[in-house]
């Protein structure tokens, strides 16, 4: 009957050699370099503004209130933010 799919999705491992997709998905998954937070926690001493405090967002997990400075995470609520 052949290899067709007849309408249940994609082949698994089909963009397994598409080297953009691949480098897109890594990108937008990929977390923050410890040099990056240490900038971060340098500007804010500085500024004097805390690098913990963000506005609410949406599309932040917990509203971006919940934000963890040494490893540069939000966190849906608190208990999340204490016990991580």
């Known amino acids: ?40 926690i340098e500007k804010s001493e500085v500024t004097g503004v805390p690098a913990d405090k963000f506005e609410y967002d949406d599309e932040l997990p917990g509203g971006g209130q919940f934000f963890c400075v040494e490893t540069g995470k939000h966190f849906a609520d608190a208990k999340a933010l204490a016990d991580h």
């Open 1 to 40: 009957m052949g290899t067709a799919l007849s309408g249940r999705g994609r082949r698994k491992g089909g963009r397994s050699k598409i080297k953009k997709y691949k480098r897109a998905t890594w990108l937008g998954r990929r977390a923050k370099d410890t040099d990056q937070i240490q900038d971060e």
